[in-house]
């Protein structure tokens, strides 16, 4: 009866897809991937508990799996090689550091955290390609953004979506704290 069981259960076993190869195996190395194999998945319930990830100079491209880390409150993804980023369902997350260590190889053009509720602290360091930043996830109250780049700034960034527009552009708060060196417009919905 105890076999049957098990077996059972590991028939239902839910996977995460992992396409990324640098990506399994960043997870490897955290102890996350608990089957220690690269091989494009991870169980779901390997990475639906944990609440820090810190991928930084890990090489990975694609981070495709991210969205079942639904208690990641913590992301470091301080990377030279990345191409996108989907954080829509991390509602949990808190932290977020983004940055570009290695020349222009970071391709990352849109940065979506409206989902983001509990977001408090954005760290963003030379996402020289960014043209697409929204920041409207209805408590901008409690969020501390730092967006800084190279010697020109975030040139190709001419809006920023957030919550109140008119606060923004009055420069109050926590508006008032923000810094992102670019630029740009704050918008609603940057139409």
Same mark, same amino acid.
């Given at each position: 009866?105890? =076999?049957?069981?098990?077996?059972?259960?590991?028939?239902?076993?839910?996977?995460?897809?992992?396409?990324?190869? =640098? =990506?399994?195996?960043?997870?490897?190395?955290?102890?996350?991937?608990?089957?220690?194999?690269?091989?494009?998945?991870?169980?779901?319930?390997?990475?639906?508990? %944990?609440?820090?990830?810190?991928?930084?100079?890990?090489?990975?491209?694609?981070?495709?799996?991210?969205?079942? =880390?639904?208690?990641?409150?913590?992301?470091? %993804?301080?990377?030279?090689?990345?191409?996108?980023?989907?954080?829509?369902?991390?509602?949990?997350?808190?932290?977020?550091?983004?940055?570009?260590?290695?020349?222009?190889?970071?391709?990352?053009?849109?940065?979506?955290?409206?989902?983001?509720?509990?977001?408090?602290? %954005?760290?963003?360091?030379?996402?020289?390609?960014?043209?697409?930043?929204?920041?409207?996830?209805?408590?901008?109250?409690?969020?501390?953004?730092?967006?800084?780049?190279?010697?020109?700034?975030?040139?190709?960034?001419?809006?920023?979506?957030?919550?109140?527009?008119?606060?923004?552009?009055?420069?109050?708060?926590?508006?008032?704290?923000?810094?992102?060196?670019?630029?740009?417009?704050?918008?609603?919905?940057?139409?």
């Amino acid at each position: 009866m105890i =076999f049957i069981l098990s077996i059972s259960t590991l028939l239902t076993a839910q996977t995460t897809t992992i396409p990324d190869p =640098f =990506f399994e195996q960043a997870l490897i190395n955290l102890g996350i991937d608990s089957d220690g194999i690269i091989n494009g998945q991870v169980l779901t319930s390997d990475v639906n508990t %944990v609440v820090e990830l810190d991928l930084s100079q890990q090489g990975a491209e694609d981070i495709t799996g991210i969205e079942d =880390f639904t208690s990641l409150e913590i992301l470091n %993804v301080n990377n030279k090689d990345l191409t996108a980023i989907n954080l829509t369902n991390n509602f949990q997350l808190r932290e977020l550091y983004i940055s570009n260590t290695g020349g222009e190889n970071l391709l990352i053009t849109s940065l979506d955290l409206s989902n983001n509720v509990n977001l408090e602290e %954005v760290y963003s360091e030379d996402l020289f390609f960014l043209e697409e930043l929204n920041l409207k996830n209805g408590n901008n109250t409690i969020l501390t953004i730092n967006f800084t780049c190279c010697d020109d700034g975030l040139i190709f960034l001419d809006c920023v979506i957030v919550d109140d527009e008119i606060a923004a552009n009055n420069n109050e708060h926590p508006y008032n704290l923000w810094n992102i060196e670019a630029n740009f417009v704050y918008s609603e919905d940057c139409i």
